[in-house]
């Protein structure tokens, strides 16, 4: 999909007495930009998309990289990222998104 980082927007929200967190994610722009509907019809291809680079990234790296999973937004948590954890739970979520 043609965006930007900031087109959509990600909440976290923990559940209380529990280590799940729910996530909804959202269109800032006033009225929409129409990416989220977009996001929604073409879902598999989203996770096709994610699985494919954390499944097998460009660059063939052992644990997360800029190729993968790394960003300069997200810097604070490289070390807890895993590209082999993100493709074992996409693929175990699979590509039926739940709304």
């Not at 019809?41 to 699985?51: G, T």
Request: aromatic fraction near 10%.
């Amino acid at each position: 999909m043609e965006m930007e980082r900031e087109d959509l927007e990600v909440l976290v929200i923990a559940r209380a007495g529990s280590d799940e967190v729910d996530a909804v994610l959202y269109d800032p722009m006033p009225g929409g930009s129409g990416l989220l509907d977009q996001l929604c019809d073409r879902f598999k291809e989203v996770m096709a998309a994610a699985l494919e680079i954390t499944d097998r990234c460009p660059s063939g790296c052992a644990r997360g990289c800029i190729d993968c999973l790394f960003t300069f937004r997200n810097a604070f948590f490289h070390k807890h990222l895993y590209r082999r954890s993100a493709a074992d739970r996409f693929k175990s979520w699979g590509d039926v998104l739940l709304v």
